[in-house]
Antibody
Framework: EVQLVQSGAEVKKPGESLKISCKGS????????IGWVRQMPGKGLEWMGI????????RYSPSFQGQVTISADKSISTAYLQWSSLKASDTAMYYC????????????WGQGTLVTVSS | QSALTQPPSASGSPGQSVTISCTGS?????????VSWYQQHPGKAPKLMIY???KRPSGVPDRFSGSKSGNTASLTVSGLQAEDEADYYC???????????FGGGTELTVL
C-alpha cells in the first residue's frame, strides 16, 4: 500500500526556522515526483513546489520561489519542506503529494502537517 | 498562473444530481485533457475522484463523472448521498513550465 506519512503539527514564532517531512513507503520513492501543497485556513489548494527524488530535480511555483526550500533524502525515502524565517502568513496546512509525471494527477496524499506561526 | 474558477457552493437533495463547473483558459483546461477532481472532507487530505477529464480511479463510485467543453470542465455527482458532502477542487495541467493549477474549491452540501 502506497503511503505518505508526514511529520507532526508545529507551533513556531515568527522568524524561527522549520523543516517538515514526508516519508514515502509502498512504492519506489525515486520514480515519483513529490510535491508540496499549501492550504491556508478556510482556503483552497496551492502548489508550492515539487521534487524528483531520483535526481533531486526541483521546481518551484513563482509565488514560493525563494520563500521555501524543498529537498529529499532518497536513502530514507523522505522529502522535506523548510523555511529559514517563518512569518505569521505561513500558518497553514501543508500536504505532500505524489504524482508520476506533470500530466498525471496526484494519486496519493500525506495526511497533512499543520504549521502555526504566532508570537 | 491564476486559479481556475469554481462556484463557491453547490447543493442538492439526496438522490438528486449536481454539477460543479471549473472554468480556466486555453492555457490550461481548454488546452489539455488533463483535468482532475479531488474530494476533501473537513480535516482530511484530498482524494482523487476523476482524472484526465472523465476517468475514475479504482474504488470511486460511478456516480461521479467528469466532462469538458472548451475551457470549462465539469464534475457531476449523481444519486447524491450524505457522504458526498465535502469540498471539491478541480485541477489542470498548464504546460511544461507550470506545476499545475487548482480551482478555488466548491463546497457541496447535501440538503
Amino acid at each position: 500500500e502506497v503511503q505518505l506519512v508526514q511529520s507532526g503539527a508545529e507551533v513556531k514564532k515568527p522568524g524561527e526556522s522549520l523543516k517538515i517531512s514526508c516519508k514515502g513507503s509502498g512504492y519506489t520513492f525515486t520514480t515519483y515526483w513529490i510535491g508540496w501543497v499549501r492550504q491556508m485556513p478556510g482556503k483552497g489548494l496551492e502548489w508550492m513546489g515539487i521534487i524528483y527524488p531520483g535526481d533531486s530535480n526541483t521546481r518551484y511555483s513563482p509565488s514560493f520561489q525563494g520563500q521555501v526550500t524543498i529537498s529529499a533524502d532518497k536513502s530514507i525515502s523522505t522529502a522535506y519542506l523548510q523555511w529559514s524565517s517563518l512569518k505569521a502568513s505561513d500558518t497553514a496546512m501543508y500536504y505532500c503529494a505524489r504524482r508520476s509525471t506533470a500530466t498525471r494527477p496526484v494519486d496519493s496524499w500525506g495526511q497533512g502537517t499543520l504549521v502555526t506561526v504566532s508570537s | 498562473q491564476s486559479a481556475l474558477t469554481q462556484p463557491p457552493s453547490a447543493s442538492g437533495s439526496p438522490g438528486q444530481s449536481v454539477t460543479i463547473s471549473c472554468t480556466g483558459s486555453s492555457s490550461d483546461v481548454g488546452g489539455y485533457n488533463y483535468v482532475s477532481w479531488y474530494q476533501q472532507h473537513p480535516g482530511k487530505a484530498p482524494k482523487l475522484m476523476i482524472y484526465e477529464v472523465s476517468k475514475r480511479p479504482s474504488g470511486v463510485p460511478d456516480r461521479f463523472s467528469g466532462s469538458k467543453s472548451g475551457n470549462t470542465a465539469s464534475l457531476t455527482v449523481s444519486g447524491l448521498q450524505a457522504e458526498d458532502e465535502a469540498d471539491y477542487y478541480c485541477s489542470s495541467y498548464a504546460g511544461s513550465n507550470n506545476l499545475g493549477v487548482f480551482g478555488g474549491g466548491t463546497e457541496l452540501t447535501v440538503l
